[in-house]
């Protein structure tokens, strides 16, 4: 693939992948019977500051990504776009989306946002711009400590989980087929998503590999 062609594609899966993204969430807070772990931290929040639940994800991400310096992380262009593009279409999708209440509804949108929530992580992954603050922050925190990506990724998501659920956010059985679904789905859409390498040299606009990627998710 042509370096320009492939630069383009890259930048049409990225935005795709985080709107998509924020739209998955936003499904998932409809269908109300559970939340991917930092969504449950975004929601308690946001019932006690009163902002919306895209809004706080916003400013989540940006505090999170200010304990990329200590940890001398370089964010990428997908780094700074996932802190902002993530939450607006977040905020877009629950502003135009009719509340459910019948289990009939609530059920298929949350398997729908899990599942485009994985299609959204392997697009804006496989576009290869950068991690996201929350996966930087697990990637930084391995490296200074040396402790397993396993291990640092679990206590970030528990301490995560219980804090949002103190604090009034849905923990419920989204919550628990997120945790088991997401990593397969993942990575099956990380290689139907995949990039064909360049043609040719081209300029490298934002180093990183998919693999190093994982998201929160």
Do not use: C
Request: positive net charge.
């Amino acid at each position: 693939m042509p370096a320009q062609d492939r630069l383009g594609r890259r930048l049409v899966q990225l935005y795709t992948g985080l709107t998509l993204y924020g739209v998955s969430s936003a499904l998932l807070v409809e269908a109300g019977l559970g939340l991917e772990p930092w969504g449950v931290l975004h929601q308690g929040l946001a019932e006690h500051t009163g902002l919306g639940i895209g809004t706080v994800s916003i400013i989540v991400g940006a505090a999170v990504l200010l304990l990329w310096i200590p940890l001398r992380q370089r964010p990428g262009l997908g780094t700074v776009s996932n802190v902002f593009v993530i939450g607006l279409a977040m905020n877009a999708a629950l502003a135009v989306a009719p509340q459910a209440h019948a289990f009939a509804v609530r059920i298929p949108l949350m398997a729908a946002g899990i599942v485009l929530n994985g299609a959204a992580t392997g697009l804006y992954i496989a576009a290869s711009f950068g991690p996201g603050p929350r996966d930087g922050l697990m990637t930084g925190m391995h490296r200074r400590t040396g402790r397993s990506i396993r291990l640092i990724r679990t206590a970030i998501e528990v301490a995560v989980v219980v804090t949002g659920f103190v604090l009034g956010g849905t923990v419920g059985v989204g919550t628990l087929l997120y945790a088991v679904s997401i990593g397969p789905l993942a990575q099956l859409f990380l290689k139907v998503f995949a990039v064909p390498p360049a043609s040719g040299r081209s300029t490298v606009v934002a180093a990183g590999s998919p693999g190093h990627a994982i998201l929160r998710r």
